[in-house]
């Protein structure tokens, strides 16, 4: 690859990251949005994010066909190829996180309809968290910082308890009043939705910890001694 080449390579790279991080802000505001929705029972905000949803589609097919014609064109390898392979996984992981913000919107359209019932506040909490790790997870990438992507996987557990918790209290309510069954089974599924915006978090830092250190951390597996290594070089 001469060096001409090689600097058109890598400002496509950097497009590609740019791109990255502009999916990701809208996939954030969208979550945000749908439990601002959700909160102040507000239909028109729940629309909007579903209308939406097509900017974050169309990024995704933007970035898929970056990545696949660096891949055809010029055939990275080591840590670029890792970079276009990652950044293939996480745009569909944000496409996935602009779905749930989609779910979350029209759970917020049903829930104006019926009876009122004060979201709990585990679910405000989730949603922050669950933000702030997508936020995290996609600077780590742009950094090439593994430890940070390794830290955005820990904070897993913390949403995953939340989500529990929203299960038992919600489930109180219901068996107190079966009126609130409706309403509290919306809560329940986007409580859901957002602990899989969670698990995409979780998979995006350990797509970071991939590109770094060529090393699958993916369903525990460093934990139990046996992650994968590929050949860790940076050329």
């Not at 390579?9 to 969208?30: I, N, Y």
């Not at 990024?59 to 392979?85: F, G, K, N, S």
């Given at each position: 690859m001469s060096v001409d080449t090689h600097r058109h390579f890598h400002d496509e790279l950097s497009q590609v990251k740019v791109r990255l991080l502009t999916m990701s802000g809208e996939a954030e505001a969208a979550l945000g949005s749908a439990v601002q929705a959700l909160l102040e029972r507000d239909t028109e905000l729940a629309r909007h994010v579903i209308r939406n949803d097509r900017t974050i589609d169309a990024l995704e097919v933007e970035i898929e066909e970056q990545c696949i014609q660096l891949l055809a064109l010029q055939q990275p390898m080591a840590r670029d190829l890792r970079m276009l392979t990652s950044?293939?996984?996480?745009?569909?992981?944000?496409?996935?996180?602009g779905d749930h913000a989609v779910n979350i919107a029209?759970?917020?359209?049903?829930?104006?309809?019926?009876?009122?019932?004060?979201?709990?506040p585990e679910i405000v909490e989730m949603a922050s968290l669950a933000r702030e790790m997508l936020s995290d997870a996609l600077e780590a990438f742009v950094r090439g910082d593994a430890a940070a992507g390794r830290e955005v996987c820990l904070r897993d557990d913390k949403v995953d308890n939340l989500h529990r918790s929203v299960f038992r209290i919600l489930l109180t309510h219901m068996m107190e009043n079966p009126q609130?069954?409706?309403?509290?089974?919306?809560?329940?599924?986007?409580?859901?939705?957002?602990?899989r915006v969670a698990d995409l978090a979780t998979n995006v830092g350990e797509d970071v910890v991939f590109l770094v250190e060529g090393k699958s951390i993916k369903h525990h597996a460093e934990d139990r001694g046996d992650a994968r290594m590929v050949a860790p070089s940076s050329h």
């Amino acid at each position: 690859m001469s060096v001409d080449t090689h600097r058109h390579f890598h400002d496509e790279l950097s497009q590609v990251k740019v791109r990255l991080l502009t999916m990701s802000g809208e996939a954030e505001a969208a979550l945000g949005s749908a439990v601002q929705a959700l909160l102040e029972r507000d239909t028109e905000l729940a629309r909007h994010v579903i209308r939406n949803d097509r900017t974050i589609d169309a990024l995704e097919v933007e970035i898929e066909e970056q990545c696949i014609q660096l891949l055809a064109l010029q055939q990275p390898m080591a840590r670029d190829l890792r970079m276009l392979t990652s950044a293939l996984k996480i745009a569909n992981d944000l496409e996935r996180v602009g779905d749930h913000a989609v779910n979350i919107a029209q759970s917020a359209e049903r829930l104006s309809q019926s009876r009122p019932i004060v979201p709990e506040p585990e679910i405000v909490e989730m949603a922050s968290l669950a933000r702030e790790m997508l936020s995290d997870a996609l600077e780590a990438f742009v950094r090439g910082d593994a430890a940070a992507g390794r830290e955005v996987c820990l904070r897993d557990d913390k949403v995953d308890n939340l989500h529990r918790s929203v299960f038992r209290i919600l489930l109180t309510h219901m068996m107190e009043n079966p009126q609130n069954i409706s309403a509290a089974m919306e809560l329940f599924l986007v409580s859901r939705n957002l602990e899989r915006v969670a698990d995409l978090a979780t998979n995006v830092g350990e797509d970071v910890v991939f590109l770094v250190e060529g090393k699958s951390i993916k369903h525990h597996a460093e934990d139990r001694g046996d992650a994968r290594m590929v050949a860790p070089s940076s050329h």
